[in-house]
């Protein structure tokens, strides 16, 4: 298994996957990264917040770019380098969300590939908005 390296890579290049974040999903990324706010963890709570029930962590949902550069565009071998996220709705349970990544830019000098992060819900709002650099392996 190989990524593609800068000299496969074409802006425009497109990879998307979509997923439902359940109980379970949310529970598990709690005790890995320790983030345990109630307003994913605690029914009760999150009735009194704007969203009136639990959401999924932002970063969980975030972690599907990371699941897409780093398996599918630019793939195996790439090195992250940098990430912005802009969280602009919420993320429900069972809601199935679609993130896809976009080659927006090539830096070959640089060895660098720029690409746009979007993830939307199932009306296609979207939920975050973010742009990635990345290292493409070499060939």
């Known amino acids: 298994m190989q990524g593609k390296s800068i000299g496969e890579l074409k802006v425009g290049d497109k990879v998307s996957v979509t997923r439902a ?6 529970a598990a990324f709690a005790q890995v990264s320790g983030d345990h706010n109630p307003a994913h963890m605690d029914e009760e709570y999150a009735k009194g917040t704007m ?4 959401i999924v962590h932002g970063m969980l ?5 990371s699941a897409l550069l780093g ?3 630019p793939g195996v071998g790439s090195i992250y380098t940098g ?14 969300i679609t993130a896809s990544v976009t080659v927006k830019e090539i830096i070959a000098e640089k060895n660098r590939v720029i690409l746009d992060c979007l993830a939307v819900n199932p009306q296609g709002e979207p939920v975050i908005l973010g742009e990635a650099t990345i290292m493409p392996p070499r060939k």
């Open 21 to 26: 974040f359940s109980e379970q999903d949310v």
């Open 71 to 73: 398996t599918e565009l």
């Open 83 to 96: 990430q912005t996220l802009k969280f602009t709705k919420p993320v429900h349970f069972g809601e199935e």
């Open 61 to 65: 949902v975030g972690s599907l770019f």
């Open 51 to 54: 969203f009136k029930t639990r």
